[in-house]
Nanobody
Framework: QVQLVQSGGGLVQAGGSLRLSCTASGRTFSSYAMAWFRQAPGKEREFVQAISWSGDRIYYADSVKGRFTISRDNAKNTVYLQMNSLKPEDTAVYYC???????????????????WGQGTQVTVSS
């Protein structure tokens, strides 16, 4: 079992920045690729970014390219999402998720993820 606990988020004006954190406990964190998804009101949950277990491969949605950065610190069992140049359309509940490293090729498919964080609200005002 892996427990994922998220922190960060909140309310920010457009153009501002926020950082989300997701700390894992339980089984070996470095065995998992990690990702961030988000779900806006009335919409389906969508993929944002993912990072391989080693941190040397990063995948991202076009909508956040150049603005969001995922990173991880395996010594701290933590994955981060640095969000810059935030837009009102980034408003959503953000979730971190863990994917067995053997399934990394399925990083966009939320059905493949094994564990999920509790979600954290990010609200960007215009």
């Amino acid at each position: 079992q892996v427990q994922l606990v998220q922190s960060g988020g909140g309310l920010v004006q457009a153009g501002g920045s926020l950082r989300l954190s997701c700390t894992a406990s339980g089984r070996t964190f470095s065995s998992y690729a990690m990702a961030w998804f988000r779900q806006a009101p009335g919409k389906e949950r969508e993929f944002v970014q993912a990072i391989s277990w080693s941190g040397d491969r990063i995948y991202y949605a076009d909508s956040v390219k150049g603005r969001f950065t995922i990173s991880r610190d395996n010594a701290k069992n933590t994955v981060y999402l640095q969000m810059n140049s935030l837009k009102p359309e980034d408003t959503a509940v953000y979730y971190c998720a863990a994917l067995d490293s053997g399934s990394e090729r399925y990083f966009r498919d939320q059905r493949k993820y094994d564990y999920w964080g509790q979600g954290t609200q990010v609200t960007v005002s215009s």
